[in-house]
């Protein structure tokens, strides 16, 4: 049981790249999510699914899109990498949004846009 | 602007020491979670407050829901090195606290 998974672990782009960061659960929850975490910002919501095929803007939606075809999987893009999209991102996944349900969360990937 | 808001945001004590660290916000929460960062990983949940006025006791780990449902606390009883990390609180819309970091020196 791997839990939450992220791929990669590391990444370097220059700006105006693209690529796509990987999120994958084997724990069968419904629900999963994207944060960034920046020093003193805490973590902040990028994007977020309720289920297969459904997928809803955060608070920092803006520069990413996401997609959720599979319900273990939950991808992140970046179309055009901005230097101001360094940051650690993380994935979470949880049975619900509710703010009771515990969210399990990846061990992240650093990302730096030069 | 953060809905949740952390205090202090660093906190460096001895080993054997108690450290209380505070989540407050100016809106009413139906629930709040604390989670612990260690370097490197994603953060992990340490407890689930729902109740106005509830306490949940985790070891030496005492974490303390207001009356209201605006604030909340831990507090750490003769600290460990090995409670060194990021706290963070978690409530409503899924936002989350900037962290107090704490690091107990042996």
């Known amino acids: 049981n791997a839990g939450v998974t992220q791929t990669p672990k590391f990444r370097v782009l220059k700006t105006g790249q693209s690529m796509t960061l990987l999120c994958a659960q084997d724990?069968?929850?419904?629900?999963m999510y994207w944060y960034r975490q920046d020093p003193g910002m805490g973590l902040r919501l990028i994007h977020y699914?309720?289920?297969?095929?459904?997928?809803a803007k955060g608070e920092v939606p803006d520069g990413y899109n996401v997609s959720r075809l599979k319900k273990q999987n939950f991808l992140l893009g970046l179309e055009s990498a901005a230097p101001s999209q360094t940051s650690v991102y993380f994935c979470?996944?949880?049975?619900?949004?509710?703010?009771?349900?515990?969210?399990?969360f990846g061990p992240g990937t650093r990302l730096t846009v030069t | 602007t953060q809905l949740l808001e952390q205090s202090p945001q660093f906190l460096s004590i001895q080993e054997g020491e108690n450290l209380t660290v505070y989540c407050n916000s100016s809106?009413?929460?139906?629930?709040l979670q604390w989670y612990r960062q260690e370097p490197g990983e994603g953060p992990v949940l340490l407890v689930t407050?729902?109740?106005?006025?509830e306490v949940k006791k985790l070891k030496r780990l005492t974490f303390q829901f207001g009356d209201a449902r605006k604030d909340s606390s831990l507090h750490i009883t003769a600290a460990q090195p090995g409670d060194t990390g990021l706290y963070l609180c978690?409530?409503?819309?899924?936002?989350f606290g900037a962290g107090t970091t704490v690091t107990v020196r042996a």
């Open positions: 809106s009413v929460f139906s629930s």
């Open positions: 699914s309720v289920g297969e095929g459904t997928t």
């Open positions: 407050v729902v109740t106005g006025g």
């Open positions: 979470a996944s949880s049975y619900s949004t509710s703010g009771i349900g515990e969210q399990y």
């Open positions: 724990m069968n929850h419904e629900y």
């Open positions: 978690a409530g409503y819309k899924l936002s």
